[in-house]
């Protein structure tokens, strides 16, 4: 018995000698060749993998009470796990795009209509919008701008004839903003058109930035990023020099996602070529986020997406946990309504790895309640004694921290400056009981 332990002892040494050197070494490669941030993410997955298999070993069975706790522990870790090796495989892959104009479209740059969607924002809010709008640098004579309000506002329509663009209504409000789009498509005939939600400003160049790229009769849209001009709660009320917290999403998620060809329609900042979204019966009227539908459908007929990582358009954040929740639940609740409707594994139109990227997204709003055990196994531990884990310090060293580790490196040299492990958590949790509840 003294052999056998001191065998596993030498045993767990060597494992976490090599696996730390491992880390090291990549870590430091990584920082200067690209390619090694793939092999370091494969060498975490190695390691992730050694310790999912020790984990099963730490379940306590001392007692019914203990193996329930530590079986959700387990669990718990497992969604949160899958999710991240998921993340992983996508947020390896480099993206780029080469640099197309309006010149480079066969006949010279197509007619757009620039659709901003309101219901009920302040007139003084649309005004910008509208004014941004009006200082493309796009051909005047191929470039429409409509201010689209399902809220049938005289207000509005006066403010529309004043500044010389275009107004859009309709008596019924079925189907909320896709319904809205669904009756500007109906009343424009542009080649192309570009969304733009109320308190979105574009900037002179978001036009020639992007038409360029439907050069390419199968490209369907192309996608900008969300980028804010305020300052979201976090940065706001905590005073740090931290990026937004939407930022790792909008610009690193979806590059990863455009690598695969997933690029996700976030609703605004996006042009899209007219005829495909018609192919595909126009904005979906049977989910609250009508938006990642629409992409969905279009990727599953074989449509190309592309995504231009420029701040190209600027608009207002959530700058309140109040906002904050109630924007989240909706991204929540939608984003799981369009994966029951829509079935996205099941898409025989859609790749293997464009049905990971969905997996990934979906597998993303159920870690809540994986952050929700993590604080509530040590505090039952506080006050009752159930212990959710069961193993020795040298065991738990020896497999957790090169897990561990191997996590921190890999955020550290795939996600950059827009989010850290730690802030990862942070923003998670304050989300969780609020996003469990969505679920």
């Not at 197509?110 to 009006?134: G, S």
């Not at 900037?203 to 804010?228: H, I, K, M, S």
Request: with cysteine; net charge positive; charged share 20%.
């Amino acid at each position: 018995e003294k052999r056998g332990g001191k065998r596993m002892a030498w045993v767990r040494a060597v494992y976490l000698a090599l696996s730390l050197a491992g880390l090291a070494i990549l870590r430091g490669l990584a920082k200067r060749r690209k390619g090694a941030g793939r092999v370091l993410a494969y060498w975490s997955l190695g390691l992730t993998a050694v310790y999912v298999v020790w984990r099963f070993t730490a379940v306590p069975r001392d007692g019914w009470p203990g193996f329930v706790v530590g079986a959700l522990l387990l669990g718990a870790e497992l969604l949160g796990i899958t999710q991240f090796a998921v993340s992983q495989l996508m947020l390896g892959r480099e993206y780029a795009v080469r640099r197309r104009t309006p010149d480079d479209v066969s006949g010279g740059p197509p007619t757009v209509d620039v659709f901003i969607c309101t219901y009920n924002e302040p007139a003084a809010l649309l005004r910008l919008t509208a004014l941004a709008a009006l200082n493309l640098q796009y051909p005047a004579d191929k470039r429409r701008i409509y201010l689209c309000d399902d809220g049938g506002r005289e207000e509005i329509r006066r403010l529309a004839a004043n500044l010389g663009v275009g107004y859009i209504t309709r008596r019924d409000r079925q189907g909320a903003k896709a319904g809205n789009l669904n009756n500007a498509l109906r009343q424009t005939d542009g080649e192309l058109f570009a969304v733009l939600d109320a308190d979105m400003l574009c900037t002179r160049e978001f036009l020639t930035r992007t038409v360029g790229y439907f050069e390419d009769p199968d490209t369907a849209f192309v996608q900008t990023p969300q980028v804010y001009y305020n300052k979201d709660m976090y940065q706001r009320n905590l005073h740090r020099d931290i990026p937004n917290e939407q930022d790792f999403f909008m610009r690193q998620v979806q590059e990863a996602r455009a690598a695969v060809g997933a690029v996700l329609h976030v609703g605004t900042n996006v042009v899209f070529r007219r005829r495909h979204v018609e192919a595909v019966g126009g904005y979906p009227t049977d989910t609250i986020t009508e938006d990642m539908a629409l992409g969905l459908l279009l990727q599953d007929a074989g449509y190309k997406t592309l995504f231009i990582n420029e701040m190209l358009v600027l608009g207002l954040t959530a700058s309140t946990y109040t906002d904050l929740v109630i924007q989240r639940d909706r991204w929540c609740r939608g984003n799981l309504q369009v994966t029951r409707l829509y079935k996205p594994l099941r898409r025989r139109g859609l790749r293997f790895m464009q049905k990971l990227a969905y997996l990934d997204g979906m597998i993303y709003w159920y870690t809540c309640f994986s952050k929700m055990v993590f604080i509530l196994c040590p505090l039952l531990y506080l006050f009752t004694g159930v212990r959710s884990l069961s193993a020795d310090l040298p065991a738990l060293t020896a497999v957790f921290l090169p897990y561990f580790l191997g996590q921190l490196a890999v955020f550290r040299t795939l996600i950059a400056q827009t989010r850290s492990l730690k802030w990862a958590h942070y923003y998670d949790i304050a989300m969780a009981p609020h996003m469990c509840r969505s679920v």
